[in-house]
T-cell receptor, first 111, second 115 residues
Framework: QKEVEQNSGPLSVPEGAIASLNCTYSDRGSQSFFWYRQYSGKSPELIMSIYSNGDKEDGRFTAQLNKASQYVSLLIRDSQPSDSATYLCAVTSNSGYALNFGKGTSLLVTP | ETGVTQTPRHLVMGMTNKKSLKCEQHLGHNAMYWYKQSAKKPLELMFVYNFKEQTENNSVPSRFSPECPNSSHLFLHLHTLQPEDSALYLC??????????????FGSGTQLSVL
């Protein structure tokens, strides 16, 4: 069973701070990595994808990938209360046609 | 809102009932997926259809039966379910050519309760 591990949280950060979300995965063959955001009662939506080692920035979001350590992270700068949600880490399966998700980290940004 | 619509939004059924979940995507995608989301568990992939062909069946019990008549429609037929099957069932679609490298667009889900 290929696993994707996340700390369930909740992770609480004050408004304006940097939120750091972490994820580890077990399948060394995984090639594609994603972060989905899921608001309570809503469906997941993709916010970041990363395919190669290093950092990828998109607005206030930065994804970081280290394949040697099998580690992927998401940084949210200048956190806003509207960022409060569950963040799901997803990693491609061996088949390449499916994603394996972590349980998600609950983020709470307090005003 | 996402181009993927699921019906019904909520479903309560007994263990002897037969029901079907429906998913329709209006995005011109070629791949469709069923995921199960239970409390305190990761999203679990159930089935993948790419160009109407099933490309993945993630060891799902036979009481769940998928059907994909065309690239825009996906069904999940349910029969003799167990209470532990109660969960949120999410349909998703993607362009299809690159498999899981692509962005998934999720529907709003069907919240299923099995009594």
């Amino acid at each position: 069973q290929k696993e994707v591990e996340q700390n369930s949280g909740p992770l609480s950060v004050p408004e304006g701070a940097i939120a750091s979300l972490n994820c580890t995965y077990s399948d060394r063959g995984s090639q594609s990595f994603f972060w989905y955001r899921q608001y309570s009662g809503k469906s997941p939506e993709l916010i970041m994808s990363i395919y190669s080692n290093g950092d990828k920035e998109d607005g206030r979001f930065t994804a970081q990938l280290n394949k040697a350590s099998q580690y992927v992270s998401l940084l949210i700068r200048d956190s806003q209360p509207s960022d409060s949600a569950t963040y799901l880490c997803a990693v491609t399966s061996n088949s390449g046609y499916a994603l394996n998700f972590g349980k998600g980290t609950s983020l709470l940004v307090t005003p | 809102e996402t181009g993927v619509t699921q019906t019904p939004r909520h479903l309560v059924m007994g263990m002897t009932n037969k029901k079907s979940l429906k998913c329709e995507q209006h995005l011109g995608h070629n791949a469709m997926y069923w995921y199960k989301q239970s409390a305190k568990k990761p999203l679990e992939l159930m089935f993948v259809y790419n160009f109407k062909e099933q490309t993945e069946n993630n060891s799902v019990p036979s009481r769940f039966s998928p059907e994909c008549p065309n690239s825009s429609h996906l069904f999940l037929h349910l029969h003799t379910l167990q209470p532990e099957d109660s969960a949120l069932y999410l349909c998703a679609s993607s362009q299809g050519a690159q498999g899981a490298k692509e962005k998934l667009f999720f529907g709003s889900g069907t919240q299923l309760s099995v009594l």
